[in-house]
């Protein structure tokens, strides 16, 4: 691999990338079982209106018994990859963000290489809950812009309704399945711009799931505070060290986790509602599938498109969380 010869810096003396790392192909993949409000809502004594005010979800997917993380995983990166009109063998890279992993070992990232086809590929899985995938995203674009990687498949894929309990008033409803991917590789029209990210091993308590129990607790009081500072403190940081303020993002993009949350940073941030994207009534809470998924729902809807910026964000169990923005180059 080609490796800079010279280091470039911007104008406050930091190191700044020789070459721009971006995003040249997009897919996604949901399963195909719709589970409506209704019999989660009947099962915890509550109404689907119940439900809908509490998080905003109307309807999620649910993986089939015999559907695999690793399946939804490559069937979005197969999407990605033909997006990107790029051949499984030209990626150098292929990383997973998941939490709920079909085994212990071994990992995602191999098994999907291998069912792409990416037999020269490196591969690993990323844990980093809800915000895996933007994580992944910092992760691919250094890759790409030292000149280690040409192209980086980087997936956020997740089956969320084996890790629920179904009992649980608080969580019975939040969560879905699904996968979304992107391509990311060198010198593109567009460019992925600075990526923060931070954390918080202190509030470890507040979002959990052992392995003896494998299912989901969350504090949702305390999710919703840490969450909404969160997230909006990270807009503004990656926005500054990308030397730019709200009104240059056309479209934000934060984790899908529960649509008061999506109206709240909206709200102290004093963002117009319709460049906050909400698709969250159809597909639920997908964790690190939920950036990648909602940018491919965008654009289906034909809502993101080339020359647009956009500003993604997230947060997740750990706390992990972060934000960064991308100039958008694919139609």
Not at 187 to 202: M, Q, R, T, Y
Request: proline share 4%; aromatic share 4%; net charge negative.
């Amino acid at each position: 691999m080609p490796f800079p010869l010279t280091q470039t810096r911007d104008h406050r003396g930091r190191a700044a990338p020789a070459r721009t790392a971006s995003i040249t192909g997009l897919g996604h993949y949901l399963p195909e079982e719709v589970v409506p409000n209704d019999p989660i809502a009947e099962r915890i004594g509550v109404d689907d209106e119940w439900i809908v005010r509490r998080t905003g979800i109307r309807s999620r997917r649910r993986a089939a018994p015999d559907e695999r993380l690793i399946d939804l995983a490559a069937n979005a990166g197969a999407q990605a990859l033909k997006d990107a009109q790029t051949d499984p063998d030209e990626i150098d890279l292929v990383l997973v963000a998941s939490l709920s992993q079909d085994q212990l070992t071994p990992n995602a990232a191999p098994l999907v290489a291998h069912a792409l086809g990416a037999d020269r590929a490196g591969a690993l899985d990323l844990g980093a809950a809800c915000s895996g995938w933007l994580s992944g995203l910092s992760l691919a674009a250094a890759q790409v812009e030292i000149g280690r990687a040409e192209r980086v498949l980087l997936i956020g894929a997740e089956i969320l309704t084996r890790l629920t309990d179904y009992e649980d008033r608080k969580t019975a409803a939040l969560w879905g399945d699904g996968a979304g991917a992107v391509v990311v590789g060198a010198n593109g029209d567009g460019a992925i711009g600075p990526v923060v990210l931070s954390a918080d091993g202190g509030l470890a308590d507040v979002i959990t799931a052992s392995h003896e129990e494998r299912l989901l607790r969350v504090e949702g009081h305390e999710t919703f505070q840490t969450a909404v500072k969160r997230l909006s403190e990270a807009t503004l940081e990656a926005l500054e060290r990308a030397e730019l303020t709200l009104d240059d993002i056309d479209i934000f993009v934060y984790h899908q986790a529960n649509a008061r949350i999506l109206r709240a940073v909206g709200e102290r941030l004093d963002l117009a509602s319709e460049k906050v994207a909400d698709y969250i009534a159809e597909v639920g809470n997908t964790s690190a599938a939920s950036i990648p998924l909602t940018l491919a729902l965008l654009r289906d809807d034909g809502r993101l498109h080339a020359g647009q910026r956009v500003l993604v964000s997230a947060i997740g169990a750990g706390f992990t969380w972060g934000a960064g923005t991308i100039d958008w180059e694919i139609a």
